[in-house]
C-alpha cells in the first residue's frame, strides 16, 4: 500500500497558470521534500519541511512555493507556470536520517 | 559543495554477468551515502545506505556496495545481474552539517540482455 500518494499523476497546464501539484504521506513522518527529475540532472531539491506550517527553500526554489499545513500533506505551487517547469516531480518523506520514501511522481507539461 | 557523479549514463550487461555502477563524491565532513533505485514509472526506492562504520554495505535484491575514503567512491556491485534489474540506478550524498539533504548524482541507467 503507497505509503506517499502524489495527485495528480499527470498534468498539462497552460504557460502562467497556476499549478498545484499535490502530496499526502501515511508514514507518520516529520520531513517532506519535493524533488524535480530532468533528464541529465538527476533529481534536484526544491523545497522541504521539517515540520507542518513550516517550509525551507532547498536547491532550485525560484518559480515555486510550497505548503505544508499539516503533517500529512505537503503541496508544491506554480502560481505561473512556465516552459522550464515542464519535468517529472517527486515528493518524499523521511523520519530517520535520509532514508527516502518516494511517491510515483508527477509528470507536468507546460505548453 | 557537496557534489556526486556517476560517470556512465548508460550501462548494458548480459543477464548473469556481474556488474558495477560507478559513483564518486566529494565533500567536507562525515558522509552518508545511498543507492536508489528507480524501475519505469515509478518512484525511488532505498537499495542500501551508508553510515560511518562497516565499509561495506548489503542491500536488497543481491546488491551491495563499499566505501572507500581514499578514492572517494561508493560502488555500486551485484554478482549477477537479473532482466528485472533493469532500470535506472542514482547515487546520492548528505552531510550532517548540511541538515542532511540529499544530494543526487544524475543515475546510470542498466540495461540487461537476456
Known amino acids: 500500500e503507497a505509503a506517499v500518494t502524489q495527485s495528480p499523476r499527470s498534468k498539462v497546464a497552460v504557460t502562467g497558470g497556476k499549478v498545484t501539484l499535490s502530496c499526502h504521506q501515511t508514514?507518520?513522518?516529520?520531513?517532506m521534500y519535493w524533488y524535480r527529475q530532468d533528464t541529465g540532472h538527476g533529481l534536484r531539491l526544491i523545497h522541504y519541511?521539517?515540520?507542518?506550517?513550516?517550509?525551507e527553500k532547498g536547491d532550485i526554489p525560484d518559480g515555486y512555493k510550497a505548503s505544508r499545513p499539516s503533517q500529512e500533506n505537503f503541496s508544491l505551487i506554480l502560481e505561473l507556470a512556465s516552459l522550464s517547469q515542464t519535468a517529472v516531480y517527486f515528493c518524499?518523506?523521511?523520519?530517520?536520517?535520509?532514508?527516502?520514501?518516494f511517491g510515483a511522481g508527477t509528470r507536468l507539461s507546460v505548453l | 559543495a557537496q557534489s556526486v557523479t556517476q560517470p556512465d549514463a548508460r550501462v548494458t550487461v548480459s543477464e548473469g554477468a556481474s556488474l558495477q555502477l560507478r559513483c564518486k563524491y566529494s565533500?567536507?565532513?562525515?558522509?552518508?551515502l545511498f543507492w536508489y533505485v528507480q524501475y519505469p514509472r515509478q518512484g525511488l526506492q532505498l537499495l542500501l545506505k551508508?553510515?560511518?562504520?562497516?565499509?561495506v554495505v548489503q542491500g536488497v535484491n543481491g546488491f551491495e556496495a563499499e566505501f572507500s575514503k581514499s578514492n572517494s567512491s561508493f560502488h555500486l556491485r551485484k554478482a549477477s545481474v537479473h532482466w528485472s534489474d533493469w532500470a535506472v540506478y542514482f547515487c546520492?550524498?548528505?552531510?550532517?552539517?548540511?541538515?542532511?539533504?540529499?544530494?543526487f548524482g544524475t543515475g546510470t541507467s542498466l540495461l540487461v540482455d537476456p
Open positions: 508514514n507518520n513522518h516529520d520531513y
Open positions: 565533500y567536507f565532513g562525515t558522509p552518508y
Open positions: 519541511s521539517y515540520v507542518a506550517d513550516s517550509t
Open positions: 551508508y553510515y560511518p562504520g562497516d565499509p
Open positions: 546520492a550524498v548528505s552531510l550532517s552539517n548540511m541538515g542532511y539533504k540529499l544530494t
Open positions: 518524499a518523506s523521511s523520519e530517520e536520517k535520509n532514508t527516502l520514501y
